[in-house]
């Protein structure tokens, strides 16, 4: 319970050295996460269903070599590409979104520090380290933000195109 209590402090600290943007990152991080799992569930879940529901709806087909058969086998292909798809230019949005927002962070801490420079002067390095603070820490937490998501969405990109080409693998035409 000591080291929950220890780790809450430790993030607390961090978030206030870093300034009110650091809420904004962690809520793009939030949800580029809720999005990128829900992804991973449906690839793993929902969408194994959905393909052995198509395959066999295809295999069920008397006609599978007409040119109506083979529009059908392109529409099954092509929904099950928009349902494997959903979401994804999203999570790419937030991945892009996290480095943008820790800039802002950036700008707001630059800021601070020249407010502070014109009422102080520049005598006083300890009240100037805390906007510089500010400017820096968004800025790093952005960038690592948005590295976690770019990794896990590449993979993730790269398991939908496995699963489409695997679905347009298992229904022959011919």
Known sequence: ????????????DFLATGGDVLY???GVLFLMWVLMIERYWYLTGAFPKLRNDIIAKWDARKDTTSWYA?????AWISEANDKLNARILL???CVALCPLV?????????ITVFEIMAVQGTGNPRLMASG???????TMAGMVAALSG????TRLESKVRRAKEGLV????HH
Request: proline share 4%; glycine share 6%; charged share 15%.
């Open 1 to 12: 319970m000591l080291y929950l209590m220890e780790l809450w402090e430790s993030i607390r």
């Open 70 to 74: 083979h529009r059908i086998r392109e």
């Open 102 to 110: 820790g800039l802002l962070g950036t700008v707001t801490g630059m």
């Open 91 to 93: 999570i790419k949005t």
């Open 132 to 138: 510089i603070s500010m400017a820096t820490i968004p």
């Open 24 to 26: 904004i990152v962690m």
């Open 169 to 172: 693998d298992s229904l022959p």
């Open 150 to 153: 770019m990794f896990f969405a």
